[in-house]
């Protein structure tokens, strides 16, 4: 069925520093693919999305590109920031139905 | 705008026994879906509601149910709880019609440990 592999973690950077968090899928059809964050002590929100190949999500410096060639979505940002520590999801919906798929998470730390 | 409220926040049972979580989308939302999130496992979709009627169900075995009011709140009951079902469950409100866009908004989940 479809799914997603994102890199395990954990990752620590010191600020400024560029992220890549990596993302695959594997899926039938055309799915729509999300970055979800969970900042500590608190819920999963929606960072960014794409719905079709080539399209470019991007939200508060981080983007991530619908690559169907390679089935991928990296999530990347330029500089990050202490703030931006919190475990990110890749996610999943399939085309056909409502059933997100989400990936196993990457806890990314920032150190000052 | 309210978020999408869990309740209880934390609760403790043991085996054998049943639990009852509520979730209370945000105002408006008529889809809502729930998550089990464990270390092991990730997260991983338990049902999606929209109108009072199940749409989608993941691969849970029949201990878990869920029901949706008419007002949209949702409610997820475990029966003869086991260990492995310690975990925190995750409640997600879309304010989307026949397909969700994808788009959910969690709560903050109900943490349930079994002893």
């Known amino acids: 069925g479809d799914s997603v592999t994102q890199m395990e973690g954990p990752v620590t950077l010191s600020e400024e520093a560029f992220l890549t968090i990596n993302c695959t899928y594997t899926?039938?059809?055309?799915?729509?693919l999300f970055w979800y964050v969970q900042y500590p002590g608190e819920g999963l929100q929606l960072l960014l999305k794409?719905?079709?190949?080539?399209d470019k999500g991007s939200n508060k410096g981080f983007e991530a590109t619908y690559r169907k060639e390679t089935t991928s979505f990296h999530l990347e940002k330029g500089s990050v920031q202490v703030s931006d520590s919190a475990v990110y999801f890749c996610?999943?919906?399939?085309?056909?139905?409502?059933?997100?798929?989400f990936g196993a998470g990457t806890r990314l730390t920032v150190k000052p | 705008k309210a978020g999408v409220t869990q309740t209880p926040r934390y609760l403790i049972k043991t085996r054998g026994q049943q639990v009852t979580l509520s979730c209370s989308p945000i105002?408006?939302?008529?889809?809502v879906s729930w998550y089990q999130q464990t270390p092991g496992q990730g997260l991983q979709f338990l049902f999606e509601?929209?109108?009072?009627?199940?749409?989608n169900k993941g691969n849970f075995p029949g201990r878990f149910s869920g029901r949706q009011f008419s007002n949209s709140r949702s409610e997820m009951n475990v029966s003869t709880l086991e260990l492995g079902d310690s975990a925190l469950y995750l409640c997600?409100?879309?304010?989307?019609?026949?397909?969700?866009?994808?788009?959910?908004?969690f709560g903050e989940g109900s943490r349930l440990t079994v002893l």
């Open positions: 997600a409100s879309s304010p989307s019609g026949r397909m969700n866009t994808g788009e959910l908004f």
């Open positions: 899926a039938t059809g055309y799915p729509s």
């Open positions: 794409a719905t079709k190949a080539d």
């Open positions: 996610a999943l919906k399939p085309y056909n139905n409502n059933d997100m798929r």
């Open positions: 105002s408006g939302h008529r889809s």
């Open positions: 509601y929209f109108s009072e009627t199940q749409r």
